[in-house]
Nanobody, 125 residues
Framework: QVQLVESGGGLVQAGGSLRLSCAAS????????MGWFRQAPGKEREFVGS????????YYADSVKGRFTISRSNARSTVYLQMNSLKPEDTAVYYC??????????????????WGQGTQVTVSS
């Protein structure tokens, strides 16, 4: 049974930073791409970014490019989302995702196998 457990969310002022973590268990972490998505109140879930199995390839939504960075530790079975220069419009529940493929360069959810439970990020103005 695959489990994805996010942590690190919270309240931060605009311009601040947060780092989210997602600890995975249940299958060979290093074989799969990982992703981050977010969902704001009243909006659909949207893609934030993805990282391939080795960490050598990342892909970001235009809205976060240059501000957010995804990384991973295969030794720790953990993926991270470093969020800098946060804006109020980044307020959302952030979800970790594990794909069925080793590399994903797409915003689509069709290849997501598993989701985390989500962690709230609130950015105050």
């Amino acid at each position: 049974q695959v489990q994805l457990v996010e942590s690190g969310g919270g309240l931060v002022q605009a311009g601040g930073s947060l780092r989210l973590s997602c600890a995975a268990s249940g299958r060979t972490f290093s074989s799969y791409a990982m992703g981050w998505f977010r969902q704001a109140p009243g909006k659909e879930r949207e893609f934030v970014g993805s990282i391939n199995w080795s960490g050598g390839t990342t892909y970001y939504a235009d809205s976060v490019k240059g501000r957010f960075t995804i990384s991973r530790s295969n030794a720790r079975s953990t993926v991270y989302l470093q969020m800098n220069s946060l804006k109020p419009e980044d307020t959302a529940v952030y979800y970790c995702a594990q794909y069925s493929l080793s590399t994903v360069i797409s915003a689509r959810t069709s290849t997501v196998d598993y989701w985390g439970q989500g962690t709230q990020v609130t950015v105050s103005s």
